[in-house]
């Protein structure tokens, strides 16, 4: 899949969807509300297409490191070797494109919700939030695992956490917190507030059973005052 996106007017072409592009004279992207719905829902799309890829390695008990091939040097006999190692490639690959189309989405959310546009886009929670008192930052995301529903979720390492659902700085006392709304939101979305790079960026987490452990696959530590 090829995300590089130039010309002027270009048309990009996906299975079921089509975006459109522009770019100004000086060669910059130029975005739209419209380029931005379709970036995101292709992120979607390929978030989908991943989740189906990990239930093809959840289904052979494997994950991205196991050995294909047992002691003696032959493939397994217990596995679909073949299968394996296709939804490896095609994950890691996918995710490289995945993590490029959310640079996009978050280049163009920040144009199309600056102060000047008239506009809110509000996708599934994704956007970065125009401007607004910033909450001070209670916990920080310091491990995501690949694949995992937070890293489709767009989480990263680093991420200052200003909101986790109804938990901001004035009602949060541990980690426990975090914890409840997890558990009492499974398969269910959590809209997410971090600061990154000093800008507001909101997400939208569903806790889920996926390959690795947990619901969330990240490790989230409180920020000490000190820290913040």
Known sequence: MDLRML?????RKTKNCKIYFTTS??????????SVMALIEEKEKIEQT???LWDVLKSNNMGMTEPVIDSEGYPRSDIDVYQVRHA?????CLQND?????????????????????????????????????????????????????????LLENDFITQFGSITCDNFRSLTNIAQVVQHSANSPIQITVSRNEQSISLSLTPRQWSGRGLLGCNIVPVEKLDR
């Open 25 to 34: 004279e000086s060669g910059s992207m130029i975005y739209t509300r419209e």
């Open 7 to 11: 010309g002027v007017s270009q048309e």
């Open 50 to 52: 991943l989740k189906e």
């Open 88 to 92: 490896r490639h095609q994950i890691k």
């Open 98 to 154: 995945h993590t490029a189309l959310l640079q996009r989405i978050e280049e163009g959310l920040a144009v199309v919700l600056s102060p000047s546009s008239a506009e809110n886009l509000d996708p599934n929670g994704i956007n970065i939030s125009p401007a607004s008192p910033a909450r001070e930052p209670f916990a920080k995301v310091d491990h995501v695992s690949l694949g995992s529903p937070a890293n489709m979720a767009g």
